[in-house]
């Protein structure tokens, strides 16, 4: 790579509360498995969801089950954190259109998602049709992304991953 580039890195994918991936039977069902949040270590606790898993349906005890287990209690200090956090970030991601640079993307005062390009200025809005979640933009992968649910559009309001189905577009 030339020695001025600019390098980013982005990957998508869930995060548990603890950050501890959840693997095991689905609650209420003995034969329903689960294994999500990875945290982007899919390699190593994908080894470690096959094991349990396997270990679960051949009726063996696995020791490490219970650290994993899909029902357990995360603190509540870290979810009251997580959710200030969040709320914080909700209303600081506004500013008017005219402040959002050009290739850059940014939400208006009015909720109105705008991206600016040698095209004009793309918008959409920032509310995330699946759930009504609000929308940031990522500005790796100039996307609009929801936090909540992990749905994806492109800077024209078009999804690219769901869950939702519906795109953002005014």
Same mark, same amino acid.
Not at 15 to 42: E, R
Not at 43 to 54: D, E, L, V
Not at 60 to 83: E, H, M, T
Not at 122 to 145: A, E, I, Q, Y
């Given at each position: ?17 603890? +950050?501890?991936? @959840?693997i095991g039977s689905f ?7 689960? /294994? ?5 270590w899919g390699m190593t606790? +994908? =080894? ?16 490490? /089950? @219970?650290?994993?287990? *899909? ?6 200090? &870290?979810?009251?954190?997580?959710? =200030? !956090?969040?709320?914080?970030? @909700?209303?600081? !991601? =506004?500013? &008017? ?13 009015g909720d109105i998602g705008? @991206?600016?390009?040698?095209? %004009? ?5 920032? &509310?995330?049709?699946?759930? +009504? ?6 500005? =790796?992968?100039?996307?609009? #992304?929801?936090?909540? !649910? +992990?749905?994806?559009? #492109?800077?024209? %309001?078009?999804?690219?991953? %769901? *869950?939702?189905?519906? &795109?953002?577009?005014?």
């Amino acid at each position: 790579f030339p020695e001025n580039s600019i390098m980013s890195w982005s990957t998508h994918d869930c995060m548990t509360q603890d +950050g501890l991936p @959840y693997i095991g039977s689905f609650s209420g069902y003995s034969n329903v498995f689960v /294994a999500t949040g990875f945290n982007k270590w899919g390699m190593t606790n +994908g =080894s470690i969801a096959g094991k349990i898993i396997c270990d679960a349906i051949m009726g063996k005890d696995n020791k490490y /089950a @219970y650290v994993f287990d *899909p029902s357990r209690r995360v603190r509540v200090s &870290k979810f009251v954190g997580d959710l =200030s !956090h969040s709320i914080c970030n @909700y209303f600081s !991601h =506004s500013k &008017k259109s005219k402040m959002v640079k050009f290739l850059e993307g940014g939400i208006t005062k009015g909720d109105i998602g705008v @991206y600016k390009d040698k095209l %004009g200025d793309h918008l959409v809005k920032t &509310k995330c049709p699946h759930l +009504g979640c609000r929308l940031f933009f990522n500005d =790796s992968d100039k996307t609009w #992304d929801c936090a909540c !649910h +992990g749905s994806r559009f #492109d800077i024209d %309001g078009n999804v690219i991953q %769901g *869950p939702s189905t519906d &795109k953002i577009s005014l």
